[in-house]
Structure formats: C-alpha cells, structure tokens
C-alpha cells in the first residue's frame, strides 16, 4: 500500500517569513495529492491540492509543488502569519481507482512566532 | 463543499462499554469514510461506509470492534465496541465531492474526541 513521509514534524518561522513542508510517497500509481490544516479542536480542513498531471500549483500565499519521477510534493507557505500555526497534513490518493481512499502523512506542527 | 456534522463532539467513556458516533453530511454522496487521529498523530483509516452493503474495512481494524452503519446516503455511524483506554483518540467521517468538471475532494467533519477512562 501506499506510504506517505512527511518533514519536518515541527517547524517554527518568525512572521512574514516562508515555510516549507515536503512529503515523499511510494505509490506510483497515486495521482492526487491534498494538503490539510488542522487548527487545535477541529477537523482536517483542505487548502490546496494538486493532482499529477500539474507540477505546481499557486493560490495566494499557498503554493504546491509535485515532482512525479521523484515521488514527492511539498508546500510553500510565504509572508507567513500568526494564524498560520496550526498542523499541517499531507496525504496521497488513486482518483479513480483508489477509492478517494488517502494515506496521510505525520504532520508538521508549523509555529509562526511575532 | 459538503457540509459535515458529527456528533458528540467530545464524550467521555468507562472502559467496557460502547459509544457510536453520527456523521451526518448535507447532500447524498455514494461513499464516507471513518478515520482514527491518535494523540499527536496522523490520520489512519478505519474503513468505508458503503451504502446498501457492509463496510470496507482496513487492515488492523474489524467489524467487531468498529461496526458500522450507513443507513442511506446521507448518514452513517461508526461505534467504538467495548473499549479501553487505547482507544481514545479522534474519530472523523470523511465524504469525497466531485465538483463541476469532475475534481474530487475530500472534506472532513469536525472529529469526536473520545477519552476512555
């Protein structure tokens, strides 16, 4: 089955600064790639995702890239704010096929200090 | 978007007993998955709720222990059978949406967070 890597599991940035998170995937045949955020009490909320037949992906601060020979995407975070800290999740999925089924990563806990 | 509630939110359970948990999504949708987030962990499926048939379930989970029901295609529960301890974590329902061109995401409920004392 698939198995989705994530780094680093915390990272701390001071405010305005960027951010970065990667993910490596050992499933070929996934083609769907999501990026959750998960405020403390609250449930994984989607804010960006990138299916594989696109390499990067941009919306506003957000951006996502994917390298498919690689297996592996990440996130950019710019101009970082306060209420940017949260959990970060990736995950990777088959549509179709897969069964809207996804593997997560372990999270990163992302601190944006004032 | 889909919109998910789940309930309870939170509860508090003596070790032994039963406690299911309610997703209820606000348009029909053909699947709804169940996910576990152990304290400080990621998240792990447990099993798909199909409608009209018996769940899917992952490996290391059984029907035994997380029976489940979907009833019709808006609804599904999810019980947590004679528990311990090492079931406390986070239970979320997930419903997949295929938007206008054929993009599918996957939106989560906000979690019922189950403590076993």
């Known amino acids: 089955g698939e198995n989705v890597e994530q780094h680093p599991s915390t990272l701390s940035v001071q405010e305005g600064d960027s951010a970065v998170i990667k993910c490596t995937y050992s499933?070929?045949?996934?083609?769907?790639f999501p990026w959750y955020k998960q405020e403390l009490g609250k449930g994984p909320q989607l804010i960006i995702d990138?299916?594989?037949?696109?390499g990067e992906k941009k919306d506003q601060r957000i951006a996502v890239t994917l390298n498919k020979t690689a297996k592996h995407f990440s996130l950019h975070i710019t101009e970082t704010q306060p209420e940017d800290s949260a959990v970060y999740f990736c995950?990777?999925?088959?549509?179709?096929?897969?069964?809207?089924?996804?593997?997560f990563g372990t999270g990163t806990q992302l601190k944006v200090e004032l | 978007s889909a919109v998910i509630s789940q309930k309870p939110s939170r509860d508090i359970c003596q070790r032994g007993t039963s406690l299911t948990i309610q997703c209820q999504v606000d348009?029909?949708?053909?699947?709804m998955f169940w996910y576990r987030q152990q304290p400080g962990q990621s998240l792990t499926l447990i099993a798909t709720?199909?409608?009209?048939?018996?769940?899917?379930?992952e490996s290391g989970f059984v029907i035994d222990k997380f029976p489940i029901s979907r009833p019709n295609l808006t609804f599904s529960t999810l019980t947590v059978s004679n528990m311990s301890p090492e079931d406390s974590s986070i239970y979320l329902c997930?419903?997949?949406?295929?938007?206008?061109?054929?993009?599918?995401?996957?939106?989560f409920g906000q979690g019922t967070r189950l403590t076993v004392v």
């Open positions: 997930s419903v997949p949406t295929t938007r206008t061109g054929g993009r599918t995401e996957a939106f």
């Open positions: 499933d070929s045949a996934s083609n769907y």
């Open positions: 990138i299916r594989s037949n696109v």
């Open positions: 995950a990777a999925s088959r549509i179709p096929g897969g069964g809207n089924k996804l593997t």
């Open positions: 348009s029909q949708v053909t699947m």
């Open positions: 709720a199909n409608q009209g048939s018996e769940a899917t379930y």
